[in-house]
């Protein structure tokens, strides 16, 4: 990403959704006015940060989790290492964010735009995904996406994501063949030492 490219007067701050009451989301919201841009770290564990303009800001490490976070603006954002476990990121624009190591375990990311986002080595298991734009989206490799997925709808354009998670699916079920098949072998052994015990 190209920050230095970036002219900040041009970034809105869109007014949230809702009137806060959280002392922190008024602070953000008068930060963000005052064209502060830089929060990394900082902890918003179950905010309702809801129609929030993020666009640019440097956001690794933050925590979302929890978090209500529709028709938030994540367009360029450094979103390396952040936790969105279990936040609602419907109709939020992600487009161009680095997503790369970010926690995105049971996240809502229906009607999403990650269109252009980095996902390397995000966690990316049962996540909503429907009509989820992933156009040039750089996705997580196989093995972070093992698990349920819910993809569906218009917009989820990318095969390497349907291959990857019918890849998983197989991968799923084998070992659970595998670990029921063991169980019941350990079973019927179980019980034959039994048996011959009483005989």
């Not at 920050?3 to 919201?29: D, H």
């Not at 734009?133 to 989820?156: F, H, I, S, Y």
Request: charged share 30%; glycine share 4%.
């Amino acid at each position: 990403m190209k920050r230095a490219e970036i002219n900040l007067e041009k970034v809105s701050v869109f007014e949230p959704l809702i009137v806060p009451e959280e002392p922190r989301v008024q602070q953000l919201i008068d930060d963000l006015k005052q064209g502060k841009r830089n929060f990394k770290d900082t902890d918003w564990a179950e905010l309702d940060l809801s129609g929030l303009d993020l666009s640019y800001t440097d956001l690794r490490n933050c925590n979302f989790f929890k978090c209500e976070l529709r028709c938030v603006n994540f367009t360029g954002a450094d979103l390396q290492g952040a936790n969105f476990k279990d936040a609602n990121l419907r109709t939020a624009n992600l487009a161009d964010a680095d997503l790369s190591h970010a926690n995105l375990m049971d996240a809502d990311l229906c009607h999403v735009s990650l269109k252009g986002a980095i996902l390397k080595e995000a966690k990316f298991k049962r996540v909503k995904c429907y009509k989820t734009l992933l156009e040039k989206t750089q996705l997580p490799d196989e093995t972070m996406m093992v698990g349920k997925m819910r993809v569906a709808g218009e917009n989820v354009s990318s095969e390497d994501l349907q291959e990857k998670s019918k890849i998983s699916y197989q991968r799923y079920r084998k070992i659970a063949i595998v670990s029921i098949a063991t169980g019941l072998f350990l079973s019927l052994e179980v019980l034959k030492l039994s048996l011959g015990f009483l005989f």
